[in-house]
């Protein structure tokens, strides 16, 4: 059975600067070959939703957030 690895990441909205997290699910059965999985959105803080491509976005300020801040 394939592992399915999983972690998170920060991010901030670059209007309201509210921050979150996100989780992502990876899994190696479906991996590039350059070795890493494809990762999936799993959840995400409230306040924000994804849009094609896991693109993050602030749900009151409709900006797409910065990742990587937190």
């Given amino acids: 059975m394939p592992r399915r690895y999983s972690y998170m990441t920060r991010f901030r909205c670059p209007k309201c600067k509210k921050a979150g997290t996100a989780k992502w699910e990876e899994n190696e059965r479906v991996a590039l070959p350059?070795?890493?999985?494809?990762?999936?959105?799993?959840?995400?803080?409230?306040?924000?939703?994804?849009?094609?491509?896991?693109?993050?976005?602030?749900?009151?300020?409709?900006?797409?957030?910065?990742?990587?801040h937190g």
């Fill in 34 to 68: 350059h070795g890493t999985g494809i990762a999936t959105l799993a959840s995400l803080s409230h306040g924000f939703h994804s849009g094609p491509h896991n693109i993050i976005y602030c749900t009151p300020c409709a900006k797409q957030v910065v990742t990587g």
